[in-house]
C-alpha cells in the first residue's frame, strides 16, 4: 500500500548541512505511519470538523511521534512539533491537543485500537515478506537477552 501525502513530496536527505532538521527519526515514524495505513486508518475514526480544524488523525500521530522522541505533556509534544515544522508545516497548538484528548471515549478508544491493529498487520506482512530478516534487529535482540 502507498499512500501519498503532500508533506513528503520533494523530501530529500543530504550530507551538505543545510535544511538540517532537527529529530530527523520523526520523518520516519511518519512516513510508516503514512505508509503502513495508520493515518488513513485514523482519518475514518475521527470525524471531519469544519472549516478551519486540523486534521484531527494526524494531530493524533504526531503527538504519538513526539512521545517516541520523549514529550512527557501536550505543551512539550507543540514544542517538539515546532522544530519539525519545515518538514511537516504548521503543528497543532497545547489546546487542540488536549481538545482531541478529551474527545476520547469508549468506542473511539476502540476505534482507534482496531486501526492500529491494521496498521500494525500491515507493517508485519512487509517484514514477514523481507527474506533477508534485519540482522541488526536479531543481534540488538541477543544483546539484551
Not at 18 to 27: D, L, M, Q, R, T
Not at 104 to 133: C, E, H, I, K, M
Amino acid at each position: 500500500m502507498r499512500n501519498t501525502t503532500a508533506w513528503d513530496h520533494g523530501l530529500r536527505v543530504g550530507a551538505d548541512g543545510k535544511g538540517i532538521v532537527g529529530h530527523s527519526g520523526a520523518v520516519l515514524l511518519r512516513r510508516m505511519a503514512d505508509r503502513g495505513g495508520l493515518v488513513t486508518a485514523l482519518t475514518r475514526v475521527f470525524p471531519a470538523g469544519g472549516s478551519g480544524w486540523r486534521d484531527r488523525a494526524v494531530v493524533f500521530v504526531h503527538l504519538a511521534i513526539s512521545i517516541v522522541l520523549g514529550a512527557r505533556s501536550v505543551l512539550e509534544a507543540e514544542q517538539l512539533a515546532l522544530h519539525q515544522a519545515r518538514v511537516f508545516g504548521p503543528s497543532a497548538s497545547d489546546s487542540t491537543i488536549r481538545r482531541l484528548l478529551a474527545g476520547l471515549d469508549d468506542n473511539t478508544l476502540a476505534a482507534l485500537s482496531r486501526a492500529r491493529a491494521t496498521a500494525r498487520r500491515t507493517v508485519w506482512t512487509w517484514l514477514a515478506l523481507r527474506p533477508q530478516g534485519f540482522p541488526w534487529l536479531v543481534r540488538i535482540q541477543k544483546e539484551w537477552a
